[in-house]
């Protein structure tokens, strides 16, 4: 009965590399959502993936970030170019469908040099 | 622009008592809210919801009431255990979309 998995939990980089954090949903869950928390803040919505589908991504900025949920595999948000303003927990989570609960992965905590 | 507000950063309680944690809204749109608790480096642990058409649900020592007149549901935990101490999260959320808004949160600490 595994909850929703991320990986890695701690990813440090260099202004300038890429950051790949990856999101497994929950057994049977096919709807995943991205979220940010910076220091002291609350979740802020990022993105929301069905499979091979992108439905909402309002919260992404709109250079260096992107995100996918493929046929197969986990879902990846990607950052590209990471800047220090790019530190911070990011947390997947997930659903059975339309305005069901959602439910938290344990997050990446993410840190930039 | 915060549509969701969890007005006090901290709390802190006797065991054994009640706490009492609360959240405002702005927006009249949302109709489903939620309460997450979040222990340090794990991610956030649903806990209790409630939908518009209620004023209160009731899970054993957890009990949410809202007055959508206010704007205003608070979460009631009741025996509050030293377990509870984490930090407490309001969401809501709007018909149709998908998008949690979070307050910042409310930091618990139950004393033994």
């Known amino acids: 009965n595994a909850g929703v998995m991320q990986n890695p939990r701690h990813l440090v980089r260099r202004r300038g590399q890429e950051a790949r954090l990856r999101c497994s949903p929950m057994k049977g869950h096919s709807h995943v959502y991205w979220y940010r928390q910076l220091p002291e803040e609350g979740l802020k919505f990022m993105v929301y993936?069905?499979?091979?589908?992108?439905?909402?991504e309002s919260g992404m900025p709109k250079e260096r970030f992107s995100a996918e949920f493929p046929k197969e595999g986990p879902s990846i948000l990607r950052i590209q170019q990471v800047v220090r303003g790019d530190s911070a927990a990011y947390f997947c989570a997930s659903s059975s469908g339309h305005q069901e609960t959602q439910y938290f992965g344990p997050g990446t905590r993410l840190l930039v040099l | 622009d915060q549509q969701v507000k969890q007005n006090s950063p901290s709390l802190s309680v006797q065991e054994g008592r009640i706490s009492i944690l609360n959240c405002d809204y702005t927006n009249s749109m949302f109709d489903y809210f939620l309460w997450y608790k979040k222990y340090p480096a794990e991610g956030p642990t649903f806990l209790i919801s409630i939908s518009s058409i209620k004023d209160k649900n009731e899970d054993g020592r957890f009990t949410v009431f809202l007055n959508k007149s206010a704007k205003h549901l608070s979460l009631h935990i009741v025996p509050s255990q030293p377990g509870d101490s984490a930090v407490y999260f309001c969401a809501a959320i709007q018909g149709g979309s998908e998008k949690l808004v979070f307050g910042k949160g409310t930091k618990l600490t139950v004393n033994p």
């Open positions: 993936l069905q499979k091979e589908n992108i439905i909402d």
